[in-house]
């Protein structure tokens, strides 16, 4: 199989085998290979191809090719060329693509670049509190009907730090909330909800509230702190982090080397 499948611009001829014509236009081996790698993304897939796999995929070119010559015929000469330019785009992509995997395919996250990262974002990995709860609650407004039904429920009602069981007195009585558990995170309650929950001691469950037409039942699960996370235990993950940042300066350490021995002129 040859290597081309071109002859404008100085590029070596496809003279691989025919296998379609569309319209007099040819489909050749070297392009059903091409169209194969392209597909299944390996550069080797055409040899394990099977024949009836093989004979699809000519189908379907061959269609791709009809398709585009019935599009060609209602475009104008402009319309062309801006294809033209879109397929020469998408060339230069993958050819700069593939430069860029085989000539910069390693470049190295070094030691000080994670120790600086870490450094500079010592509060992402510092020991921060962590607040478990209880919540008894609606995801909607109530009605006024509905808030003074509850209040009147929830004044006789008899208190529990159990709030699944306060949860079965009260739907006794005719109003369902609903119970859930959580960890507390930015934005995950209201601010005022929230402030309520930290001002509560462990395992002690706040007064009915009311936030915004919702009402509020909370309970102090746990407070604990998680400790510190050192530059040992979250090195691998800066490296991660950082690896996109270590081939853009490669790349743009290549890009000077090249711009020193070429002629560049902007017009």
Known sequence: MLTACSQQSGDAADTSKVLARVNGEPITEFQLMTNVETLFGNENAGRELKDTDRKKILQSMVM??????????????????????????????????????????????SNEMVLEYYNKHLEKYASEEVVRYELLTI?????????????????????????????????????????????????????????????????????????????????????????ARSLSEVGAEIRRQLAPVAMKKAIQEQAEKLKASATIEYL
């Open 139 to 227: 995801n909607r407004k109530m009605t006024e009907a509905e808030r003074d039904k509850l209040l009147a429920i929830y004044s006789v009602v008899k208190k529990t730090d159990e709030l699944i069981e306060l949860q079965k007195e009260i739907a006794k009585n005719g109003v369902a909330l609903q119970y859930s558990q959580g960890v507390l995170g930015a934005g995950l309650l209201d601010l005022k909800v929230e402030k309520i929950l930290k001002n509560l001691k462990q395992g002690e469950v706040s007064t009915l509230s009311m936030q915004k037409g919702r009402p509020y039942i909370l309970k102090l699960v746990e407070k604990s702190q998680k400790p």
């Open 64 to 109: 791709s090719r009809l398709f585009r010559q019935q599009a060609e015929l209602k475009m104008n000469e402009e319309t062309k060329l801006k294809f033209k330019q879109k397929a020469e785009q998408y060339k230069e992509k993958i050819i700069v693509n593939k430069y860029l995997k085989n000539n910069i395919s390693s470049a190295m996250v």
